[in-house]
Structures are given as structure tokens and as C-alpha cells.
């Protein structure tokens, strides 16, 4: 079965400091996501990235940055961390538009919960 | 861009068929897709549309109309496990993007 793990369950950090949320598939899809999710508003998408060092914007990129050197790993990264940026984020990733028909559908991880003090 | 509506919240009783809907405002898109999320839970795959009409498994029904804009997520012999947020969701045309609505938090009682 596909898994995608993410580095952190839980996580509090300060205002204005550096975050990196971290995420790991190891189905070699090509496809990675960030989302966050928040009561409410849904899943919001902030970055995609759909092959290495390739890499869309979502609907919410302010403030995010993302990095995606190896197939395997997609990095969410926080500049400068904000109150408002207190949230659940969750990684998915699913198979390129080769393979898309196979299986279709994206996989997501556990969900970091972060929290911005 | 996309607009994906749902209904906020919904309640059923255990045993009861409940109908889930979604409507959407999209240019395009290759497929539409059901997830459920218990809470605190990642959201897994229950169906992908990419045909109009109803695909079936088991409990669970998905059915697609791409010229009404419209999805519905069809739950029978609801149990009380079927407590959890359905989300639909739609892979624009030319990107394997996928694209959330806010998802329907579904609440089964005795």
C-alpha cells in the first residue's frame, strides 16, 4: 500500500521563525501536494509539484515556499512563520497523467498540526 | 477557476440511505472525485467519476452529470462508522491538480 509520511504530527513554533514541514512517499508518483486545512474553508491547496524541481502554485502560496529536489520528497516551507499560518497541513501525492487511469486517486499522510505562537 | 459547492452539514439515521451533493462551476476537468475524512483522520479515496452516470461500490454510489454541473456521493445502510467529512473534489483539465470543495461533515445517529 501507498504510503506518504509526514515528518511531524505536531508542531509549535514561534512568530517569524523558519518551519519546514517535511513529507515522504514511497510509490514514486510523480505528483506531490500541500494542503491546509481549516475549519470551515476545507482543503486548500498551496503548492503542487508534479515531477522534480517542478512546481505549480496552489490557491493560497503567500507566505509558503516549496522544494522538491527528489521524487520521493516534498518540502512545505514557512519563511517567516505567522499566527495566521496556525493550521493542519496535509501531503498527498498520487501517479502522474500516464498512469492516471491505473489509479487515479491521491494519497495523503497524517497531517501536521501546526500551531504558531 | 473552480467554485465546488456542498452542504455544510447533514444528519441521517443509522440504517438510512442519505444523498450527498456537489455542484461545481469548472471550465473543464478530467475527473471528479469522493473522499472521506474522519475526524482527525487523512482523507481517503472512496470514487472517481469520469463518466456521466452512477458508478457503484458496495454501499456507496457516486453518480456525475458534467452538463448539469453536478455530483452526488450516495451512502445506504448507513452505519454509525459513516460519522465522518466527505469531500468532493475535481482534477482540472491539463493538470493533475486536485481541487477541494469544503466538504459535507455527515453525522449518523441511532
Known amino acids: 500500500d501507498v504510503k506518504v509520511t509526514q515528518s511531524s504530527r505536531y508542531l509549535v513554533k514561534r512568530t517569524g521563525e523558519k518551519v519546514f514541514l517535511e513529507c515522504v512517499q514511497d510509490?514514486?508518483?510523480?505528483?506531490m501536494f500541500w494542503y491546509r486545512q481549516d475549519p470551515g474553508l476545507g482543503l486548500r491547496l498551496i503548492y503542487f509539484?508534479?515531477?522534480?524541481?517542478?512546481?505549480e502554485k496552489g490557491d493560497i502560496p503567500e507566505g509558503y515556499s516549496v522544494s522538491r529536489e527528489k521524487k520521493e520528497r516534498f518540502s512545505l516551507i514557512l519563511e517567516s512563520a505567522s499566527t495566521n499560518q496556525t493550521s493542519m497541513y496535509l501531503c498527498?501525492?498520487?501517479?502522474?497523467?500516464?498512469?492516471?487511469?491505473?489509479?487515479?486517486?491521491?494519497?495523503f499522510g497524517q497531517g501536521t498540526r501546526l500551531t504558531v505562537v | 477557476g473552480q467554485n465546488i459547492d456542498q452542504p455544510t452539514e447533514m444528519t441521517a439515521t443509522e440504517g438510512a440511505i442519505v444523498q450527498i451533493n456537489c455542484t461545481y462551476q469548472?471550465?473543464?476537468?478530467?475527473?471528479l472525485f469522493w473522499y472521506q475524512q474522519h475526524a482527525g483522520e487523512a482523507p481517503t479515496f472512496l470514487s472517481y467519476?469520469?463518466?456521466?452516470g452512477l458508478e457503484e461500490k458496495g454501499r456507496f454510489s457516486s453518480f456525475l452529470s458534467r452538463s448539469k454541473g453536478y455530483s452526488y456521493l450516495l451512502l445506504k445502510e448507513l452505519q454509525m462508522k459513516d460519522s465522518a467529512s466527505y469531500l468532493c473534489?475535481?482534477?482540472?483539465?491539463?493538470?493533475?491538480?486536485?481541487?477541494f470543495g469544503t466538504g459535507t461533515r455527515l453525522q449518523v445517529f441511532p
Open positions: 498527498a501525492s498520487s501517479l502522474g497523467p500516464r498512469d492516471r487511469d491505473m489509479r487515479p486517486e491521491a494519497f
Open positions: 510509490m514514486d508518483h510523480e505528483n
Open positions: 509539484s508534479y515531477d522534480v524541481k517542478m512546481k
Open positions: 469548472t471550465s473543464g476537468f478530467n475527473g
Open positions: 467519476n469520469v463518466l456521466d
Open positions: 473534489a475535481v482534477s482540472p483539465h491539463n493538470t493533475d491538480k486536485l481541487i
